[in-house]
C-alpha cells in the first residue's frame, strides 16, 4: 500500500513581492503559517474546521516577523517559534535539528545564518514528498543578501545543509524575485540552457502575474549560480578558483545587477 500525502500548501502573497504560507494538514487538520507580515490575509487564508497550530518565522525582518504581535492577539493558543530573540512573540527559541511536531509529521529546523545570524529553514517530510521554507536564504535562481554574515556562511547554508535535502523537496521561499535572479543567472552561465528555458517560463509567468514556486532542491542545483559556485562555467566568470570565493564574487555581482 503506497503512502500518500496529507499536507497541502497554500502561498498567500503579501506587501508587494513577500510570500507567506499557511501548510494544511488534511489528516489532523491541522494548519502551520510561515512568515506573518499581513495577519489579516493568513486569517483570510484559512479554511473551515481547520485549526491554526503553530507559526513558524524563518527570520527577525519586519517583511517576514512583523505580524507576529498581531497573530498572538488573534490567535491566543498559537504556538510561534524562530531561532532569533529579534523575532517578536516566540513562544520558543529553536535552533539547528530541533523538531517542531505538526500534525501527522514534524518540522526539522535549519540553521542557515548569513542573511541574518538567526535564520532558520523549516523542513517538513510527508509521506514521499518534502518540503522547505526557506525565507530569505534560498531564493528559486538566487539566495539572500549576506546582511549579517559572509560567503563561507552562505555557501555552507545552500550547498551543504539543503543541499543534503532529498532533490524532489519542494522549495517555498520568502520572495517573488525569481526573474531577475534567472536574469542574472543567464549572464553568468549563458550555456546553461536549462536555466535560459526556465527564465522565458518565469518571464511568461510574471507577465501575467503568475507565480514561480515552487521549485526543487534538484532543480536549483541545476539552474542557481549559488548552488553551482564548483562548476568550472561558474569559476571563469567569477575569475575565482574556489568555492567560497565564487559565492563571494557572486553575490558582488548580483548586488550590483
Given at each position: 500500500?503506497?503512502?500518500?500525502?496529507?499536507?497541502?500548501?497554500?502561498?498567500?502573497?503579501?506587501?508587494?513581492?513577500?510570500?507567506?504560507?499557511?501548510?494544511?494538514?488534511?489528516?489532523?487538520?491541522?494548519?502551520?503559517?510561515?512568515?506573518?507580515?499581513?495577519?489579516?490575509?493568513?486569517?483570510?487564508?484559512?479554511?473551515?474546521?481547520y485549526q491554526l497550530k503553530c507559526l513558524l518565522t524563518t527570520h527577525h525582518h519586519w517583511d517576514h516577523a512583523g505580524g507576529n504581535e498581531k497573530m498572538a492577539k488573534m490567535f491566543p493558543d498559537l504556538a510561534i517559534y524562530g531561532g532569533d530573540d529579534r523575532c517578536p512573540n516566540l513562544s520558543k527559541k529553536v535552533g539547528h535539528g530541533d523538531q517542531i511536531n505538526f500534525g501527522?509529521?514534524?518540522?526539522?529546523?535549519?540553521?542557515?545564518?548569513?542573511?541574518?545570524?538567526?535564520?532558520?529553514?523549516?523542513?517538513?517530510?510527508?509521506?514521499?514528498?518534502?518540503?522547505?521554507?526557506?525565507?530569505?536564504?534560498?531564493?528559486?535562481?538566487?539566495?539572500?543578501?549576506?546582511?549579517?554574515?559572509?560567503?563561507?556562511?552562505?555557501?555552507?547554508?545552500?550547498?551543504?545543509?539543503?543541499?543534503?535535502?532529498?532533490?524532489?523537496?519542494?522549495?517555498?521561499?520568502?520572495?517573488?524575485?525569481?526573474?531577475?535572479?534567472?536574469?542574472?543567472?543567464?549572464?553568468?552561465?549563458?550555456?546553461?540552457?536549462?536555466?535560459?528555458?526556465?527564465?522565458?517560463?518565469?518571464?511568461?509567468?510574471?507577465?501575467?502575474?503568475?507565480?514561480?514556486?515552487?521549485?526543487?532542491?534538484?532543480?536549483?542545483?541545476?539552474?542557481?549560480?549559488?548552488?553551482?559556485?564548483?562548476?568550472?562555467?561558474?569559476?571563469?566568470?567569477?575569475?575565482?578558483?574556489?568555492?567560497?570565493?565564487?559565492?563571494?564574487?557572486?553575490?558582488?555581482?548580483?548586488?550590483?545587477?
Amino acid at each position: 500500500m503506497s503512502v500518500r500525502s496529507v499536507m497541502r500548501v497554500k502561498p498567500v502573497r503579501a506587501l508587494q513581492d513577500n510570500y507567506m504560507y499557511l501548510l494544511f494538514d488534511d489528516q489532523s487538520r491541522q494548519v502551520a503559517a510561515i512568515d506573518a507580515v499581513e495577519p489579516e490575509k493568513l486569517r483570510a487564508g484559512l479554511e473551515p474546521g481547520y485549526q491554526l497550530k503553530c507559526l513558524l518565522t524563518t527570520h527577525h525582518h519586519w517583511d517576514h516577523a512583523g505580524g507576529n504581535e498581531k497573530m498572538a492577539k488573534m490567535f491566543p493558543d498559537l504556538a510561534i517559534y524562530g531561532g532569533d530573540d529579534r523575532c517578536p512573540n516566540l513562544s520558543k527559541k529553536v535552533g539547528h535539528g530541533d523538531q517542531i511536531n505538526f500534525g501527522s509529521s514534524s518540522f526539522s529546523c535549519l540553521f542557515t545564518p548569513c542573511h541574518t545570524t538567526g535564520h532558520i529553514c523549516y523542513f517538513l517530510k510527508d509521506g514521499p514528498q518534502s518540503y522547505v521554507f526557506t525565507g530569505d536564504t534560498l531564493f528559486i535562481g538566487g539566495c539572500g543578501r549576506f546582511f549579517e554574515g559572509d560567503a563561507s556562511q552562505m555557501h555552507h547554508a545552500l550547498n551543504t545543509v539543503l543541499a543534503s535535502l532529498p532533490d524532489d523537496t519542494k522549495v517555498y521561499c520568502g520572495h517573488e524575485y525569481t526573474a531577475n535572479n534567472l536574469k542574472f543567472g543567464a549572464s553568468v552561465e549563458p550555456s546553461n540552457e536549462r536555466l535560459l528555458q526556465k527564465l522565458k517560463w518565469a518571464q511568461e509567468r510574471r507577465a501575467t502575474d503568475g507565480e514561480t514556486i515552487p521549485s526543487t532542491i534538484g532543480e536549483e542545483k541545476l539552474t542557481n549560480p549559488f548552488m553551482r559556485v564548483h562548476l568550472p562555467q561558474l569559476r571563469h566568470s567569477t575569475n575565482t578558483t574556489d568555492d567560497v570565493s565564487c559565492m563571494k564574487a557572486l553575490r558582488d555581482m548580483k548586488d550590483k545587477f
